[in-house]
């Protein structure tokens, strides 16, 4: 109870630093999911018929993910210097996977019947991508999205490590000064308010994913 | 062809239609049209020559794997063509875009394929919006064909795919291939994918659509009895697509060309070919027929007189009443008008052949009695006139083909001369 006390005590008494970080950890998220969204989506569009374009491109979003993130944001440093850009470019790659993956299940998902009554009705490739196959497949990108943005919002946590921003600076204080006053307040603070970002952004973005799904297919 | 009233009738038995669709312009050739999958192997489609015209429906029939979905699919390109031409509305539309031949054409599969991200309104207005016409009409349009397949459109228009049954998503199916008005639909086993009870009640629907709107329209199915009902001409098709014999359903059941269209139409043909014909075309005999008052003596005698086996009595309306034999006639402890069976097997003039037979059976007497709308007599059909009747159809369908097998011998000697 005394450490309850003692956290909410520290979280009053920083609350507009915690804030500044919470907006910096939130901007770094979102700027990458923009990317990483638009990217991976339409990755998964033109690789989705191609068999081995396919495969290659999974396997290798696959394989980014299982590089260990401090050494993956680490690589960009001699290219990019120090700071939140090569966090933000090592995030962006851990987050293609699950979108391009759902993506391309989305995609595969759709009835083949669907797909030949709309060319049947003289629908071209692109209206039928942009009119059928993507709206029918939209739940399922949504929902790799979703996941994509909470991954990465945890592990946006390590961006101070290379020299960033976000919430992770509260970590990294507390982890680096323990046994001083307040140090697990402050990995309490950085890790509570990512796991409360990461929920806001969820709930955003599955209200938005409703509202842009149709009642047909909810 | 026999003497038939001049408009045609539908009925669940099937439609007996009286013009020679053959009459009408052609709409769709099919010029040496072939598919080939694997260059070496045998095409899917072998050279195929058709032609459909107006306003007819031309069911293309035959085992499966014969390749007659494939030859549907050529029409509309969604499959191409390896070799050969398609004319469509004296267009040569091989080589045109395809997208817009097939805005032209309305299209029907058995899964449907309906949008379920979209509400049926929507999911009609496809071809109207890829056309760029406007909302207002789009929906207007929408709503006149929601009722045209009888489906309230205050009720279905907002409503989603996944809400609606079997047969309630294949009516919105044909209404959306109808829906920019094209001359021309291709329907592969539409009906496929319902129950029985509803496949007959879409295909009665379907048909009564047809007389109001004549399209053009090439329908697929494995099914020799779909085909023979819904058919203004059938196609029955070999392997590679090859035609084994196109012609009326009549025509074709009355004279199976060889032993691969008999096989395929299967046993019962003749019964089946008995709806292509009605009672009202019939030559009757005079039967014997007496009234309530006949006395018991006089109806002996005409009985006696006369060929057969059963007398009819009359109610005072005129309407049939009872059969008498001779059993009966002997029988002087009741009244004439209470003894033998009552008549029940009666059928109309615009009736069927099947439809009579079917009444036959029923009878006590082994005979139907044909009646006006009102139930007043008209005359009495035998078996034996039924039998008459196919062996006229048989020799006349012999005939007509005959007299093709000279026309083409002659051109061919013309040809090679």
């Given at each position: 109870?005394?450490?309850?006390?003692?956290?909410?005590?520290?979280?009053?008494?920083?609350?507009?630093?915690?804030?500044?970080?919470?907006?910096?950890?939130?901007?770094?998220?979102?700027?990458?999911?923009?990317?990483?969204?638009?990217?991976?989506?339409?990755?998964?569009?033109?690789?989705?018929?191609?068999?081995?374009?396919?495969?290659?491109?999974?396997?290798?979003?696959?394989?980014?993910?299982?590089?260990?993130?401090?050494?993956?944001?680490?690589?960009?440093?001699?290219?990019?210097?120090?700071?939140?850009?090569?966090?933000?470019?090592?995030?962006?790659?851990?987050?293609?996977?699950?979108?391009?993956?759902?993506?391309?299940?989305?995609?595969?998902?759709?009835?083949?019947?669907?797909?030949?009554?709309?060319?049947?009705?003289?629908?071209?490739?692109?209206?039928?991508?942009?009119?059928?196959?993507?709206?029918?497949?939209?739940?399922?990108?949504?929902?790799?999205?979703?996941?994509?943005?909470?991954?990465?919002?945890?592990?946006?946590?390590?961006?101070?490590?290379?020299?960033?921003?976000?919430?992770?600076?509260?970590?990294?204080?507390?982890?680096?000064?323990?046994?001083?006053?307040?140090?697990?307040?402050?990995?309490?603070?950085?890790?509570?308010?990512?796991?409360?970002?990461?929920?806001?952004?969820?709930?955003?973005?599955?209200?938005?994913?409703?509202?842009?799904?149709?009642?047909?297919?909810? | 062809?026999?003497?038939?009233?001049?408009?045609?009738?539908?009925?669940?038995?099937?439609?007996?239609?009286?013009?020679?669709?053959?009459?009408?312009?052609?709409?769709?050739?099919?010029?040496?049209?072939?598919?080939?999958?694997?260059?070496?192997?045998?095409?899917?489609?072998?050279?195929?020559?058709?032609?459909?015209?107006?306003?007819?429906?031309?069911?293309?029939?035959?085992?499966?794997?014969?390749?007659?979905?494939?030859?549907?699919?050529?029409?509309?390109?969604?499959?191409?063509?390896?070799?050969?031409?398609?004319?469509?509305?004296?267009?040569?539309?091989?080589?045109?875009?395809?997208?817009?031949?097939?805005?032209?054409?309305?299209?029907?599969?058995?899964?449907?394929?309906?949008?379920?991200?979209?509400?049926?309104?929507?999911?009609?207005?496809?071809?109207?919006?890829?056309?760029?016409?406007?909302?207002?009409?789009?929906?207007?349009?929408?709503?006149?064909?929601?009722?045209?397949?009888?489906?309230?459109?205050?009720?279905?228009?907002?409503?989603?795919?996944?809400?609606?049954?079997?047969?309630?998503?294949?009516?919105?199916?044909?209404?959306?291939?109808?829906?920019?008005?094209?001359?021309?639909?291709?329907?592969?086993?539409?009906?496929?994918?319902?129950?029985?009870?509803?496949?007959?009640?879409?295909?009665?629907?379907?048909?009564?659509?047809?007389?109001?709107?004549?399209?053009?329209?090439?329908?697929?199915?494995?099914?020799?009895?779909?085909?023979?009902?819904?058919?203004?001409?059938?196609?029955?098709?070999?392997?590679?697509?090859?035609?084994?014999?196109?012609?009326?359903?009549?025509?074709?059941?009355?004279?199976?060309?060889?032993?691969?269209?008999?096989?395929?139409?299967?046993?019962?043909?003749?019964?089946?070919?008995?709806?292509?014909?009605?009672?009202?075309?019939?030559?009757?005999?005079e039967y014997p027929v007496v009234r309530r008052d006949t006395p018991r003596e006089e109806a002996g005698r005409i009985l006696d007189m006369s060929?057969f086996?059963w007398l009819l009595m009359l109610d005072e309306r005129g309407r049939p009443a009872r059969w008498l034999n001779e059993?009966h006639l002997a029988d002087t402890?009741r009244p004439l008008h209470e003894v033998g069976?009552?008549v029940?097997?009666?059928?109309?003039?615009?009736?069927?052949?099947?439809?009579?037979?079917?009444?036959?059976?029923?009878?006590?007497?082994?005979?139907?009695?044909?009646?006006?709308?009102?139930?007043t007599y008209?005359?009495v059909?035998?078996?034996?006139?039924?039998?008459?009747?196919?062996?006229?159809?048989?020799?006349?369908?012999?005939?007509?083909?005959?007299?093709?097998?000279?026309?083409?011998?002659?051109?061919?000697?013309?040809?090679?001369?």
């Amino acid at each position: 109870m005394d450490g309850v006390r003692s956290l909410i005590g520290f979280i009053a008494d920083n609350t507009s630093g915690i804030l500044e970080r919470t907006i910096e950890h939130a901007t770094i998220v979102l700027g990458v999911m923009l990317v990483a969204t638009v990217f991976s989506v339409v990755l998964g569009i033109a690789v989705q018929n191609r068999g081995l374009a396919k495969q290659v491109s999974l396997g290798t979003a696959g394989v980014l993910l299982t590089i260990p993130s401090l050494a993956l944001f680490a690589i960009f440093i001699p290219l990019v210097g120090i700071g939140n850009r090569p966090a933000q470019i090592a995030l962006f790659l851990y987050a293609i996977l699950p979108i391009l993956r759902n993506t391309v299940a989305g995609l595969d998902a759709v009835d083949p019947a669907i797909v030949e009554a709309a060319q049947g009705m003289g629908m071209g490739q692109f209206q039928q991508l942009v009119r059928v196959r993507i709206p029918l497949a939209w739940p399922v990108i949504i929902a790799g999205v979703r996941v994509s943005t909470q991954l990465i919002t945890g592990v946006a946590a390590i961006a101070v490590l290379v020299g960033g921003g976000g919430l992770g600076a509260y970590i990294q204080r507390g982890l680096t000064s323990l046994g001083n006053p307040f140090s697990i307040e402050r990995v309490w603070t950085g890790t509570l308010f990512i796991i409360l970002l990461a929920l806001v952004l969820d709930a955003v973005l599955g209200a938005i994913g409703r509202r842009t799904t149709s009642p047909g297919i909810r | 062809m026999s003497e038939t009233t001049s408009t045609p009738q539908v009925g669940a038995a099937g439609m007996v239609s009286d013009r020679d669709p053959t009459d009408a312009p052609v709409m769709i050739h099919l010029d040496g049209v072939e598919k080939v999958y694997t260059p070496g192997a045998a095409p899917a489609v072998e050279k195929l020559t058709l032609d459909v015209h107006k306003g007819e429906i031309l069911v293309l029939v035959g085992p499966s794997g014969c390749g007659k979905s494939t030859t549907l699919r050529l029409i509309n390109r969604m499959i191409e063509p390896t070799a050969g031409r398609i004319i469509f509305d004296d267009e040569d539309v091989t080589d045109i875009d395809a997208n817009e031949l097939r805005r032209r054409i309305g299209y029907v599969i058995q899964r449907i394929g309906l949008f379920p991200h979209q509400t049926i309104a929507e999911n009609i207005g496809t071809v109207p919006r890829l056309l760029g016409w406007d909302a207002e009409r789009t929906r207007k349009r929408s709503d006149e064909l929601l009722d045209l397949v009888g489906l309230e459109p205050g009720i279905y228009r907002d409503r989603y795919p996944k809400e609606l049954s079997g047969g309630q998503a294949q009516r919105v199916g044909v209404a959306r291939a109808l829906a920019a008005d094209p001359p021309v639909m291709l329907m592969d086993e539409p009906f496929g994918a319902v129950d029985p009870i509803t496949r007959d009640r879409l295909q009665n629907e379907f048909l009564r659509l047809q007389a109001e709107v004549q399209k053009t329209i090439v329908f697929v199915t494995h099914d020799i009895d779909e085909a023979v009902k819904m058919g203004d001409r059938i196609a029955i098709l070999r392997e590679r697509s090859v035609v084994a014999q196109l012609d009326t359903p009549a025509r074709i059941l009355s004279y199976p060309v060889d032993d691969f269209v008999d096989d395929f139409i299967g046993s019962g043909s003749t019964l089946k070919g008995l709806h292509f014909e009605r009672v009202s075309g019939l030559q009757i005999p005079e039967y014997p027929v007496v009234r309530r008052d006949t006395p018991r003596e006089e109806a002996g005698r005409i009985l006696d007189m006369s060929d057969f086996r059963w007398l009819l009595m009359l109610d005072e309306r005129g309407r049939p009443a009872r059969w008498l034999n001779e059993t009966h006639l002997a029988d002087t402890s009741r009244p004439l008008h209470e003894v033998g069976p009552v008549v029940r097997a009666m059928v109309e003039r615009n009736a069927t052949l099947h439809d009579a037979l079917e009444a036959m059976i029923t009878s006590s007497a082994g005979q139907a009695v044909i009646v006006h709308r009102d139930g007043t007599y008209v005359g009495v059909v035998q078996i034996e006139l039924l039998t008459e009747v196919i062996g006229r159809m048989r020799r006349e369908a012999r005939k007509h083909y005959e007299e093709l097998e000279a026309t083409q011998a002659a051109e061919q000697r013309a040809a090679g001369a």
